[in-house]
């Protein structure tokens, strides 16, 4: 059985932002569902804003096991009973992958009870992801740190409860440090937070950043052990 | 210096119904404020659910250092404005004692992000509060358990974020048992929930639950050891 | 690919009380290594006090994805270096499952860092596990609570370091409550403590006790999500 | 009353390294413990190996409130009846600091149950702590980060269980991150381990560092709220 993927990106930057669009000529929602479309155990779609109910209907939401996130501009626009929909369904059991500047979306600071803010610097660091939970379905595959070139930093304090599970810390060439991979559990759903993604920089290209989200929506999932399995007869039980 | 107390109450119950106003004719926050104002350190005061701005204006919350809440009826009739406000103190630093029916307040449901929803039954069981942090603040001069003669019952699942630190567990007479006690940390602010206190039950005039909530807001409250220290003076240094 | 099992069992008991030998003829690990082996992706093994090594050679572990312990006259009798080798092999990724009174196993204490003392009375007391992870891997297919007729009674605290997860909750009808199934990450290795099972009692041919086991031997071994997947051919990427 | 700290140092290589000794002469104990003796709440010994039972006695370890450790060669020369001592003292409620090269000490390997291990690099790298719990006890006073301009490497992974707290994150100019600052409970005692102090490097002579340990001590000395307060006569109680 397919897990069923939404990307879900802002699409603004990249129609008024011609740096931005030679990156994501598609916008960063299609390249990051490109690249999950080559999975064999996902079916993936994108929504975007603008579209009907911000392409998160009640029935479509229903039909989603796990939603990824980009917003930055626009986390204003979506009206609080498109939020109040989403925290049902994450409490319900759908995963959810929230991308760089999507820490203040409504949707995020909904789930937290915080502020979710942070230091940043749009500066172009180069950013060194280490892998603090080399065992966890998250980081499979992944090494013990990959590197960014160019990204906007993010530097800690980030104003978020304990995560349950801190998956990656960043190194930044300026000088901060960052949570950058973090689990929180929700009710029946699952949450991550992945920082990179600045609009500027072609991370979502990036096998490693893609490598993760792949990982992260499988481990936010429909849990596979939990599905049924056939037994043998028992006969002596 | 004294740490500067709320007690906020609903103050229907006790006015609507007998049996509630024979056990709290003062309202419940007037009890456990009493409780309260016998303990050196603290100057306390209340406030109740009809007070202009129900008794939470900007410059009262500026200066509290906690803030004790019940309520059960009317969570609904706090407006969003208020909670925003509360929400902001609890990230500065503002400690948050939330009793019984408060797990669905709008405070603490924003706090957590999850629906804070349980199990319960009405019932007069009998209520064994074990304490499971022995070293805990909260639990200072508590033994190992406490009894609470007739009680609500709370019961399992209760859909709260994993707590940082589990105070208390409940056992019930009736067979259920309940994360009774939990603390977890918001931005620069304390959270402690607690259980007892259904307001057909003399439950706010116990020895120990009213230690158990003075306990909490010395740990809620401004750290005794980030004060100022004065120091000998350091010849060699 | 199999999970690889070993089940341990001390095996005395069973020898020397003939009222443990009615319910565990061929002894408790055999009577677990038989619903066990009713689970298609598991191959099952198991071994006992006694045997050369205590049936724990360093080949044996080597091709063990997932040990399950059950210990309780002879803990002291297990040699310091056998103790390092499981150790060695959790801190590398093999899981482990403590049952019952292998709260007190040298593997166990080693792990934990703490005296894992709790309270205790042989009584038959009546015992319900409630399910407080009802996502979690381990509950899969376990309902809000399952009751076990007559257990002994274990109590808080519980002399542990703070669960990663707390999955279990028990009631004893005699007035306690303890966190009855636990998990915590050690190294490359998952552990889980689950209370159940004392020798006089049937409680390993109760079939939640049996399922619990069997989805904590799959949370704990090798990661289904972590095993590479076929893609298909990255045209564009 | 005051916290009885007893500060414990190898003081092997102030000894035979010449670059050591022109840094600490009288041994690094010496100079963490002059710091200490400043702070007027605390009355401060200072121990070492070779001393009759290392320092450790049933007797001096019974009137200790929390233990400063440091050691670095000789982890191995500690028998193991004095690091059972020092682990009971800890589960009974005597706090532990574990200071840099101490993570592979017997008694933090011994409390932690994991390998301890982690990166490192003899290197002169800047540090940068950054404080990544701006409300705790440990951080009062530190400003959100701090620099040691050369210091030992030390990188992730560090194979400890997962904190209770994260207290500080190190970046290092080379291009590593580290849990500098990390606290965990273990029975009824706190333990802190705080990662500073090469011994090539005036560690302990820097004003953040030692404030960092002062805090620390107080956080895992006996709780300052717990010590009985005297209460105005209870006329209506």
């Known amino acids: 059985m397919s897990t069923r993927v939404i990307v879900w990106g802002e699409f603004l930057q990249e129609k008024s932002q011609p740096e931005v669009a030679a990156i994501y000529p598609d916008g960063m929602h299609e390249t990051i569902a490109a690249a999950l479309r080559r999975e064999p155990d996902f079916t993936v779609d994108t929504a975007c804003l603008g579209q009907p109910e911000h392409g998160m209907s009640r029935e479509r ?73 080399p065992k966890h379905p998250i980081t499979a595959g992944i090494g013990d740190h990959f590197d960014l070139p160019a990204e906007e930093m993010y530097g800690e304090p980030f104003d978020v409860p304990a995560p349950d599970e801190v998956i990656f810390i960043s190194w930044f060439s300026g000088g901060e440090v960052f ?20 609009e500027t920089h072609p991370t979502y290209h990036d096998a490693n950043v893609q490598r993760v989200i792949a990982n992260a929506i499988r481990w936010a999932g429909p849990d596979a052990t939990r599905r049924p399995r056939r037994s043998r007869p028992a006969f002596h039980g």
């Open 61 to 133: 939401l229903a039909a989603t096991d796990v939603l990824v996130w980009w917003g930055h501009r626009a986390h204003a626009e979506i009206p609080d009973e498109i939020v109040d929909r989403l925290q049902g369904r994450v409490l319900e059991g759908m995963g959810l992958i929230v991308l760089h500047s999507g820490h203040y979306s409504k949707i995020f600071t909904r789930l937290m009870g915080t502020s979710c803010s942070l230091k940043w610097r749009v500066s172009g660091d180069r950013e060194r992801l280490w892998n603090t939970a």
């Open 179 to 198: 949570r950058s991979g973090a689990t929180w559990q929700r009710g029946r759903g699952r949450v991550f937070y992945f920082r990179p993604g600045h």
